[in-house]
């Protein structure tokens, strides 16, 4: 079992294992955005596959013990990694569905939902991943996306979650104590016995007992306080229901998302720092969504003299050798900057005739005179 408690003062989410008191923490708005954000296309084409690959195979394999189906997935799918398989029984199938979101796409996991059991299914979209990632997108867009033209701009994210659920959210809160090292190493249990009372407590001594309680309290109290700890959060049986309670903790702080111009993706937006672009890097780019945008704008601001004096400067430096490899000799590299400048200077002057150009004919003559003169 996994408890997740909710900072929202740092908008952070702390995840425990009911097993240990080690926490991950992440922030608030990191799993839905990285569920949201995901690409699904090969956990699709593969979750197709195994469904297809279970559905010939669910008679035989009614037959067959644990390690025998094990061996026939494995044959099929050799590189899948198997969640445990109960004896008998074919419900397990969505549990294995569900592991593949981990390997075969971007997305983080970070919500465990409890018991990939037949007790905890609940109908058949519970482990198809492409089918909440749209019902997560669709209230994101509800709840958060600054660009819906649908919500008055002055409702507050709660107010817009209140007005697309139809329905309570309701959360189940979880306890959990965890005793420490140096408690299951002593044995202390008369510190935590509660002097229940016998059946026959009435030929016994109330008071002395009570009594005795009463001296052992205050000792107890200490040793609560010093070796035991104790876990508050909820428990998630469904990705619906963690990600809902997400979704109602991010709108109960205010945050707003906004979808990238150029990924497509959703990210936190600020109002203070405004941005079109998020700080994500698309695959296969070393820069991030801002920065290409920045290069974009940049290169789209420069004149067609600027271009053209820049296509010049490259071919130059093909005459010589370059400057890493160490053998431009100072003759060159002084008639180059030489060149440098006598070019600027002729650059700058034909800039402020582009600018005054008044019609296309004349800039693109100025432009073709410019070319020329860095050919001479």
């Known amino acids: 079992m996994y408890l997740y408690n909710f900072d929202i003062t740092n908008q952070k989410i702390i995840q425990y294992n009911d097993d240990d008191s080690n926490a991950l923490i992440v922030d608030l708005f990191h799993p839905l955005l990285s569920f949201i954000n995901a690409d699904f296309s090969e956990y699709d084409l593969l979750r197709r596959k195994i469904i297809l690959f279970i559905q010939e195979s669910e008679s035989k394999f009614e037959e067959m013990d644990s390690n025998e189906i094990k061996q026939e997935i494995k044959k099929a799918f050799p590189n899948l990694h198997l969640w445990d398989i109960d004896n008998g029984e074919i419900w397990w199938i969505s549990g294995l569905v569900a592991d593949l979101v981990w390997q075969y796409s971007e997305y983080e996991p970070f919500f465990f939902v409890c018991g990939f059991s037949k007790d905890s299914i609940q109908d058949k979209n519970d482990y198809d991943y492409l089918y909440w990632q749209k019902k997560m997108r669709d209230k994101v867009y509800e709840v958060f996306d600054i660009e819906n033209k649908n919500f008055i701009n002055n409702f507050s994210p709660m107010c817009r979650l209140n007005s697309c659920d139809d329905h309570p959210l309701v959360f189940k809160e979880v306890v959990v104590i965890h005793p420490s090292k140096y408690e299951k190493l002593h044995d202390k249990y008369e510190l935590f016995a509660i002097p229940f009372h016998s059946i026959d407590s009435e030929n016994q001594n109330d008071s002395y007992i009570d009594c ?147 019609t296309d004919s004349q800039r693109e003559m100025i432009l073709e005179e410019f070319k020329q003169n860095l050919n001479e």
Request: proline residues 5%; charged residues 30%; positive net charge.
């Open 212 to 358: 005795d309680y009463a001296e052992k309290e205050p000792q107890r109290q200490e040793f609560i306080k010093n070796h035991l700890n104790i876990l508050n959060g909820y428990e998630f049986k469904s990705i619906e229901e963690a990600f809902n309670c997400v979704i109602f903790k991010m709108a109960q702080i205010g945050i707003t998302l906004r979808r990238c111009k150029h990924c497509r993706k959703y990210f936190k937006f600020n109002p203070n720092q405004p941005a079109e672009y998020c700080t994500n890097k698309p695959n296969g780019v070393n820069m991030t969504c801002q920065q290409i945008a920045a290069q974009k704008k940049y290169k789209a601001k420069q004149s067609p003299i600027q271009k053209a004096y820049i296509n010049a400067l490259k071919n130059r430096n093909k005459w010589y050798p370059s400057k890493k490899s160490g053998l431009r000799t100072p003759e060159q590299t002084r008639e180059y900057e030489k060149w440098k400048k006598l070019t600027s200077e002729i650059r700058d002057e034909f800039q402020r005739k582009y600018d005054s150009a008044q």
